[in-house]
């Protein structure tokens, strides 16, 4: 009985002292630990929960972001040069690697409509 | 992740997914060429090659699903009358897909997808026309560049035969390892008249790489005569002209690239023109 009651304080000294870490303190916020009492009767209301809400949970920005700090933040955000620009092996023009080089593509297939059209006339 | 992920669902219910890859498969049977998103192009290209691995058994069976597969009478009869025989001695690999680059409206990726050996073969005319074109840099980075001009490219076909014996790693030969073995893949299991055409075609096109400037300046010289503020049409950035040897991303880049020197026997529109062999054209 004695040994339940010792060991018993024991864990109530060590859960109250841990109140007093800093580590503790700095997690949860003491307005959560010391709320006001509930209300009991009626509707939840939004006074009520923001009470129960400190000003340190509600984030928010507490300056306008300067110019300077919102171009250093866009700094890397700019359009990338592209690196895979070849030669065609046809005509020379730019053009990217692995890919169909434009520029013959639309001359190739026009030179065919144009053939289908004068066969079609003719 | 995409770990042991089989097929695309192209944001579709299976029954439409489906009919839209018949769709594009009836499409590319009767075009032989169609143009389209990159993974549609890849997933069509698989299932029409099963479809003409169907075509070229010409047993009732295959002949009873390829039916029920395509979607138009007019792609059934291709199928069994002009495919089964185009790839008689090709063991698969009847399509092939070729980057086109991003859509305007919504950089969606392009691709055409083609029927290899059709008539109107994209690979075909883009290797004649790099054939055309390196027989024309050999040519004037040997030679004067008047005589190239008024020479051209007679020798294609010479320099073809020559190309189609060289085996691949080994040194030698006038063409780009990757241009010689396109010819190899190209010339393989087309018939016998097919050098002769590549040749011809490459030939047309080394003596339109060479006459373009002059038919340009004769046109400006035109357009100056009306109008002296004209200015002479400028090149694109990048753009590497015929006997030019520096590349095209620094040309593209200009000052802000790395700089050399311009080669001296490079075909612009001015010096085409004062070449005292090219007589001034009658426009």
Known sequence: ?122 | MKHGVAFRKFSRTMSHRDLMLRNLVTSLFEHQRIRTTLPKALDTARLAEKIITMGKKADPGSHTRAANFLLKPIALKNLFETFSKRYAERPGGYTRVLKLGNRQGDNAPQAVLELVDNPEDLRWEMTARAVGWEIVQNKIAKEKLSTVVTGGAQEAKDILEAEQRIEYGEKGGLLRPKTRWNVQKLLRFRGAEALEELSGKAAEHADKLLATPVALKAMFDKKKEKDARNFAPRTIAGQKLVGETRSVLDLAQGDLGYQRKAPSNILTMQKAFRLKSVKRPAV
């Not at chain 1, 928010?60 to 592209?82: E, I």
């Not at chain 1, 190739?108 to 409509?113: E, P």
């Open chain 1, 1 to 122: 009985m004695s040994l339940a009651l010792q060991s018993l304080r024991a864990s109530s000294r060590s859960w109250t002292s841990s109140f007093s870490t800093p580590l503790f303190r700095a997690l949860v916020p003491a307005a959560f630990l010391f709320a006001p009492a509930l209300p009991r009767t009626g509707t939840w209301s939004l006074q009520s929960l923001l009470e129960l809400f400190p000003s340190i949970v509600l984030a928010v920005p507490k300056k306008k972001v300067s110019h300077s700090r919102k171009s250093m933040r866009s700094a890397n955000k700019g359009l990338k040069d592209k690196q895979n620009i070849v030669a065609c092996p046809g005509c020379g023009s730019p053009k990217l690697s692995h890919h169909y080089c434009q520029t013959c593509y639309s001359e190739i297939t026009r030179n065919w409509k144009q053939e289908k059209r004068t066969e079609a006339d003719a």
